[in-house]
């Protein structure tokens, strides 16, 4: 393991321990935390909290090596030679219980193959009416984006707007957030100064959303909104998500992979 990929692997172990310090102190307990070991090599540690604010949440660390299939090594950039990949990275999803706080998705990683780049994103899902929030969100999102470069906004919008997408029903997934990857510059130290500085924006945005939001009242039909809004988290998921299907595809463990999945949802 080079200086990179050791600085990467120790960021988001830390920064798993900030998030879950965080969220035990909202919930007021403790996570429950399972190992795993990957079909390659190395494995990851998932982390779970359920309770009566945070109805459920994961995070998600892991640090694997391998070979690519023949199937994934065509998409995957610096495969031409090896197929033999080696990535780290953090997975968090929250579902909170009151359906005025939206669901949070926050995910990082860097892999390297005979490349190696920065991966990942932010976006959020609320259920119900959240204008002024959303404006929110996305004015400190651009801010943190513009302290390392003034493109990076619009193009990671932009590209979470497309990903986080339900074609089948023609309507997005949440509000967005930004989305990236392949980042790659030439610069190790500015890529990770990025990639860094959206997972400490994700860390204080959830311990905002749940201060303001979690002892607001909420009404019944505010939470059947909220249900079939996790229906439709779950559809994506499903059926489009490349988090997902990476995992599954070389070996992950199905129970971390699908972690991300609401406790409760509906469709009527």
């Known amino acids: 393991m080079n200086e990179e990929q050791k600085n990467a692997k120790e960021w ?24 795993w070991s990957h079909s390659g090599s190395g494995g990851g540690t998932m982390g779970s909290i359920k309770g ?19 199937k994934m090594r065509s998409r995957i950039p610096g495969t031409e030679e090896s197929a033999k990949y080696w990535a780290t990275g953090i997975s968090v999803v929250i579902h909170p219980f009151s359906p005025l706080i939206p669901s949070m998705h926050f995910n990082s990683r860097y892999l390297k193959t005979n490349k190696s780049w920065f991966g990942g994103g932010v976006d959020i899902t609320p259920a ?14 651009k801010s ?27 309507e997005a997934r949440g509000v967005g957030g930004v989305f990236f990857d392949y980042i790659d510059t030439g610069d190790y130290k500015s890529d990770f100064a990025y ?44 059926l489009y998500d490349r988090g997902t299907k990476f995992g599954l595809e070389t070996g992950g463990n199905t129970e971390a992979i699908l972690m991300s999945m609401p406790p409760l949802a509906s469709w009527d």
């Open 195 to 238: 990639t860094s500085s959206i997972g400490s924006f994700f860390l204080e945005y959830v311990k905002y959303i749940f201060d303001k939001y979690s002892k607001e009242k909420w009404t019944d039909n505010d939470k059947r909104l909220q249900m079939v809004k996790r229906g439709r988290y779950v559809e994506f998921n499903l």
């Open 12 to 35: 988001f172990f830390n920064l798993r321990n900030d998030l879950v310090n965080t969220l035990e102190i909202i919930e007021g307990k403790k996570f429950n935390f399972k190992d």
């Open 52 to 70: 009566k604010i945070i109805e459920k949440g994961g995070v998600n660390i892991s640090t694997v090596s391998g070979e690519f299939s023949d």
């Open 144 to 170: 943190t984006c513009d302290m390392h470069d003034n493109s990076y906004y619009e193009k990671h919008k932009k590209w979470c707007d497309d990903y986080f997408f339900l074609k089948h029903r023609n």
């Open 128 to 141: 119900t009416p959240f204008e002024e929030e959303t404006k929110n969100f996305h004015n400190k999102l």
